[in-house]
Nanobody, 121 residues
Framework: QVYVAESGGGSVQPGGSLRLSCAAS????????MSWYRRFPGKERELVAS???????NYADSAKGRFTISRDDRINMVFLQMNILKPDDTATYYC???????????????WGQGTQVTVSS
């Protein structure tokens, strides 16, 4: 079994910063792509940023220059540093990890439950 859990959400004023963390745990052989998505009320999830196992990153246009994704494979975690936050960044943020579990051929994607980010004055 594999578990993915986010932390670090909260409320912040415009211009502030937050650092989201996501930990994958369980019987893990390897982790490939790790990504952060967000969902606005009533809308589909959208990609915010992703990072491959080799460290290649990809950002949504709205995140470029403000957000930084990173990972630490020693502890199976991915992070999202969010700076210069805007009210438009208010959403629920989700972590996705492509994981190869022990005893299973191939990899599957696993999602966390989400963490709320609210940017408001």
């Amino acid at each position: 079994q594999v578990y993915v859990a986010e932390s670090g959400g909260g409320s912040v004023q415009p211009g502030g910063s937050l650092r989201l963390s996501c930990a994958a745990s369980g019987n893990i052989v390897s982790i490939g792509l790790m990504s952060w998505y967000r969902r606005f009320p009533g809308k589909e999830r959208e990609l915010v940023a992703s990072i491959t196992s080799s460290g290649t990153t990809n950002y949504a246009d709205s995140a470029k220059g403000r957000f930084t994704i990173s990972r630490d494979d020693r502890i199976n975690m991915v992070f999202l540093q969010m700076n210069i936050l805007k009210p438009d960044d208010t959403a629920t943020y989700y972590c996705e990890a492509i994981v190869r579990p022990a005893g299973v051929s191939g990899a599957n994607n696993f999602w966390g439950q989400g963490t709320q980010v609210t940017v408001s004055s």
